[in-house]
């Protein structure tokens, strides 16, 4: 199936973590429909078959992306049932919301370990089948909160400026060697993220939070696409708009949202704590 923009998903072979909801499913969903094998990957095996029933050429995949076994064992398995690995998109990620000085050292690190440790351990691992054939994609879902970090979500903003430096510096490691990174950078998307970074562990709550608010997660899946059917690399803000956040790091313009954001610190935090705990319901923390 030939895109728009001229390079064909049909028959591809795609790896997306955290496939079983909000962008990930979106994105399982449109790249099956447009002829990949998506082997989508999640930690619970009951959400995933039900996605699978969506279409034959979804394949499903329990894995913890914070195990070591599993990442290994995630794309072993998959070259060996579907001979190689195409594109990885690297999706899961967690948050915690809250002040830096109410967190754990173990939040913190769970954070660090899911957001950063496991996404470039398993693009490590993946990378070396896509060199081999010379040809492939590695898209990294960040976050408009990679380019500017404020409360509630400090950490979860260092974890996304981690990843996409990481894809700064691999894509100038392969770029010449036939592969290509890419970046998309989501603002307030309606997913359960919100939801789950309300709990005391990060991305875990008691029962299935509601999608939060902002736009479709549709709109990120459309632009993954667009970056697989695209010759050439991208870093890709959704909405286009929020890329224009990045002007902030000018210094005048930088000490300015400093100090707005200083002064509101406490009072920002603690909107976004009880949006929330809206979202996965009240009393979880």
């Excluded at 095996?45 to 029933?53: N, R």
């Excluded at 709550?205 to 990120?220: A, C, D, M």
């Amino acid at each position: 199936m030939l895109s728009l923009d001229g390079r064909s998903l049909d028959g591809r072979v795609v790896i997306v973590t955290g496939a079983t909801a909000g962008i990930g499913r979106e994105i399982t969903l449109r790249l099956a429909a447009r002829g990949a094998t998506v082997v989508a990957c999640a930690r619970s095996a009951e959400p995933l078959a039900e996605l699978a029933k969506e279409s034959p050429r979804i394949v499903a995949r329990a894995c913890d992306v914070s195990s070591d076994h599993d990442r290994a064992a995630l794309v072993a398995q998959t070259v060996a049932d579907q001979g190689r690995i195409d594109v990885l998109i690297n999706n899961l990620g967690i948050g915690w919301t809250g002040l830096v000085e109410d967190m754990t050292v173990d939040q913190i690190r769970r954070l660090v370990e899911v957001n950063v440790v496991g996404l470039i351990d398993l693009t490590r691992l993946a990378l070396p089948h896509m060199l081999a054939r010379g040809e492939g994609d590695v898209v990294i879902v960040a976050s408009a909160a990679s380019w500017f970090a404020a409360p509630p979500l400090t950490v979860y903003s260092a974890t996304k400026y981690a990843v996409t430096g990481f894809a700064e510096g691999l894509r100038r490691e392969v770029l010449t060697r036939g592969i290509r990174v890419h970046t998309v950078h989501p603002g307030l998307v309606a997913t359960e993220f919100s939801g789950r970074s309300a709990g005391a562990e990060p991305g875990e709550v008691g029962s299935t939070p509601s999608p939060g608010p902002g736009f479709p997660p549709g709109w990120v899946a459309a632009s993954v696409e667009r970056c697989l059917t695209r010759p050439w690399h991208d870093a890709v803000a959704v909405p286009r708009v929020l890329g224009l956040t990045r002007v902030v790091k000018l210094p005048l313009l930088r000490q300015a949202a400093d100090l707005l954001v200083a002064a509101n610190a406490r009072r920002i935090a603690r909107l976004g704590e009880q949006t929330a705990e809206a979202d996965a319901g009240a009393g979880v923390r």
